[in-house]
């Protein structure tokens, strides 16, 4: 009988150390190291929308966790996701921190003369990883001819053709801001205001 029972105990502290480690790994944070990004909740978000969004930008492993993290820390402090509100968090955060920011840690916005296109700040690609910014995505633009190959959905311009023809001069501004000059080598940087 004692041998029965030492392996029922065996047993049921093997069970246990195994959902510690299963209940860590379904909490822990996706990444090791990862910068602060802001995340936008909008004014008609549902929480299973920001769910989802956070575990298709990979700030969670799974969504059960937040949503069981979420339902915890709404009972105990009596908040919930507040919307129109940004939050900082990070891919580097466990899911008990993002569910502590999003209940806590809101700051209000206002949208009425309209909102930017993405929820996150800086924006970010499927699966979580940084976007390119302009400039590294149209760092391959070294030339005037570059520069009117860029110019699309992201901006940039070129000078009127009476500009052109008034001045003998052809300018291109880069999607990044850069303005080059046909004939000449090199750019210049137009300052932002």
Not at 35 to 54: C, E, F, H, I, M
Not at 116 to 127: A, C, I, K
Request: include cysteine; aromatic fraction near 10%; proline fraction near 5%.
């Amino acid at each position: 009988m004692k041998k029965h029972l030492w392996l029922f105990v065996g047993l049921i502290f093997i069970l246990l150390v195994a959902s510690f480690f299963i209940t860590k790994s379904l909490f822990a944070a996706p990444r090791k190291d990862a910068p602060l990004v802001k995340y936008r909740v909008s004014q008609t978000s549902l929480q299973r929308a920001v769910v989802g969004d956070l575990k298709y930008y990979d700030f969670i492993k799974h969504e059960s966790a937040l949503k069981l993290a979420l339902l915890i820390g709404s009972k105990t402090s009596r908040k919930e996701i507040q919307r129109s509100s940004i939050y900082e968090i990070s891919q580097s955060m466990n899911v008990w921190q993002i569910a502590n920011i999003l209940l806590n840690n809101g700051t209000p916005i206002d949208c009425s003369h309209g909102c930017p296109d993405s929820n996150f700040d800086p924006e970010l690609l499927p699966g979580g990883d940084l976007a390119p910014t302009l400039k590294e995505k149209y760092s391959w633009v070294k030339t005037y001819e570059d520069c009117t190959k860029a110019i699309g959905h992201d901006g940039g311009q070129l000078s009127s053709e009476q500009y052109a023809q008034r001045t003998g001069i052809r300018r291109c501004v880069a999607p990044d801001g850069r303005e080059f000059t046909q004939g000449k080598e090199g750019w210049l940087e137009i300052p932002t205001p």
